[in-house]
């Protein structure tokens, strides 16, 4: 048994790992397109810029801060739907 080395782990991504990646977040971006233009009844598309390796904290670096995306319902006024 060898201890686990996380600077080689990170080097460890193998052309085919990437390419994977790369294949899964355009099928995402390709399926978000469809059902999001679906919804909102226009053209929509994206597209994958780049996919990259990266560090957990390196990542938590580049999220800018959360935002907070609240809703509020209520009852209709008389005489509307």
């Known amino acids: 048994?060898?201890?686990?080395?996380?600077?080689?782990?990170?080097?460890a991504a193998s052309a085919e790992q990437i390419r994977v990646v790369?294949?899964?977040?355009?099928?995402?971006?390709?399926?978000?397109s469809d059902s999001l233009g679906?919804?909102?009844?226009?053209?929509?598309?994206?597209n994958l810029v780049t996919a990259e390796q990266l560090r957990y904290s390196e990542f938590l670096g580049r999220?800018?801060?959360?935002?907070?995306?609240?809703?509020?319902?209520g009852t209709p006024s008389p005489g509307f739907l």
């Open 63 to 73: 999220v800018t801060s959360c935002k907070t995306l609240g809703q509020k319902g």
């Open 22 to 32: 790369n294949t899964l977040h355009e099928s995402f971006a390709r399926r978000l």
């Open 1 to 11: 048994m060898l201890p686990f080395r996380a600077v080689q782990a990170e080097n």
């Open 38 to 46: 679906t919804y909102l009844r226009t053209v929509c598309e994206m």
